[in-house]
């Protein structure tokens, strides 16, 4: 496949949205700093559709993304990777992970979870009342329990028991948070917890297992997003270290933000790409109004 021979030489980076609405000025940033950090550096930028998320997908802003990104003046290596298409890829690294006896299956509601938070034996809920991190109540239950009805967890603790969580260590070249990055273990316990590895409705990856996975399929060498996934990525180094997977460096850059410094939201269709260009906007004239509004 040409995205993954494309992928096999030198710096890799990647542009990975969700087509869950339309590319708004934020993405139009986080693309184009990929596309000019790969070429840059002689490099390639591949696309890659995350579209697992079944109830929010929709094909006509699948069909927008590659208009919009062509309008931009971008183009990528074809075929373009639809996690849609990578059932099997992420069943073989979830089945990893449970030989390893570092998976179980949940079948909590998020009253559940708010439930064993407000019972007092739990101890302390979050000042908002608002639960942060699993609390474990599915923690022991067999996999050979689960059925539709679970989603599957990541056992945390017996996986930096297991590689020796602190030891692990990458690579953050953004603005933010520059430097040599080491694994903040009871950070990661106290805000990220057990994570879920695969949803309950169609047994599909959820989104830290299908990056994951999927930037080492593709090769890539260099993640550039922006700077709200910055919190996902000790769990992406822990992720990479359990399905020894190659370790790429990581890049948050700064996000574009509304007059009243919030990050743009998918439904914010007034700063849609396809709305300055309808306005008659060139894409010079975006790609310039978004390097404007970062911070
Ligand atoms: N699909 C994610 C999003 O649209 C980005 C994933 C990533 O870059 O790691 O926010």
Not at 46 to 66: K, M, S
Not at 207 to 236: C, F, K, M, N, S
Not at 279 to 295: F, H, K, N, Y
Request: charged share 25%; glycine share 8%; proline share 6%.
């Amino acid at each position: 496949m040409a995205g993954q021979e494309a992928a096999s030489t030198g710096f890799v980076t990647r542009f990975a949205p969700s087509p869950t609405g339309l590319l708004h000025l934020g993405h139009a940033y986080s693309a184009l700093t990929a596309w000019e950090a790969a070429q840059a550096a002689n490099g390639v930028c591949l696309l890659r559709i995350e579209d697992t998320d079944t109830g929010r997908v929709r094909p006509e802003y699948e069909a927008a993304i590659y208009e919009d990104l062509s309008w931009l003046g971008l183009a990528w290596p074809e075929p373009v990777m639809r996690q849609s298409e990578r059932h099997a890829a992420y069943t073989d690294a979830l089945a990893r992970l449970s030989a390893r006896g570092l998976t179980y299956p949940c079948r909590c509601t998020r009253a559940d979870i708010r439930a064993a938070f407000a019972a007092p034996q739990e101890g302390a809920a979050p000042a908002n009342n608002a639960p942060s991190v699993y609390p474990g109540t599915c923690r022991g239950r067999p996999l050979s329990d689960a059925g539709p009805e679970d989603a599957i967890r990541l056992d945390l603790n017996r996986a930096l028991h297991l590689v020796q969580g602190e030891t692990l260590t990458w690579l953050e070249t953004g603005p933010a948070h520059a430097g040599r990055q080491a694994l903040d273990c009871d950070a990661l316990r106290r805000e990220v917890g057990d994570v879920v590895l695969a949803r309950k409705d169609i047994g599909t990856a959820a989104y830290h297992l299908g990056v994951v996975v999927d930037d080492a399929a593709q090769g890539v060498t260099h993640v550039i997003r922006g700077a709200d996934l910055l919190d996902a990525t000790p769990i992406h180094r822990l992720l990479q270290a359990l399905l020894d997977l190659p370790v790429p460096v990581w890049h948050h850059h700064a996000l574009v933000r509304d007059e009243n410094g919030k990050r743009l939201a998918k439904r914010d269709d007034a700063r849609a790409i396809r709305a300055y260009r309808d306005s008659g906007m060139t894409p010079a004239e975006v790609r310039d109004l978004c390097r404007a509004q970062t911070v």
